[in-house]
């Protein structure tokens, strides 16, 4: 998003997170209103920390943060199970295209594939 190629970025952790979140690097163009910031804080009923995610998006395309952080929040909160429709939603809203979008969603599967050994 900082290269001007993606309408929408999206950062999650516990709270306290164990990375350094990159707000500093996008703070000056949340100042100047080229980018708007969401955050939200998710409590998950299994989890002892809290989830917190920040999103930043194109003012003209904030919407994408309401839709993707309603997939997040419906998986996260095990209201429902992530599924390769999810993904390939967030893909889409983060910016990627269909076909950088199925590459992700094989390279996915082959993961799955070795965990469980099929």
């Known amino acids: 998003m900082l290269a001007g190629e993606k309408p929408l970025a999206m950062f999650s952790d516990v709270v306290p997170s164990s990375?350094?979140?990159p707000e500093a690097n996008f703070e000056p163009h949340v100042q100047a209103g080229t980018f708007v910031?969401?955050?939200k804080i998710l409590r998950i009923s299994d989890m002892p920390l809290p989830?917190?995610?920040v999103y930043y998006a194109l003012p003209q395309e904030d919407w994408r943060i309401?839709?993707?952080h309603a997939i997040n929040a419906e998986i996260q909160t095990g209201r429902r199970k992530s599924t390769d429709q999810d993904e390939f939603d967030t893909g889409r809203l983060l910016g990627y295209s269909d076909d950088q979008?199925?590459?992700f969603l094989r390279w996915l599967k082959k993961g799955r594939a070795k965990q469980t050994g099929t």
């Open 19 to 21: 990375f350094e979140w």
């Open 51 to 53: 989830m917190r995610y």
């Open 66 to 68: 309401d839709k993707l």
């Open 101 to 103: 979008v199925r590459i």
């Open 37 to 39: 910031k969401r955050e």
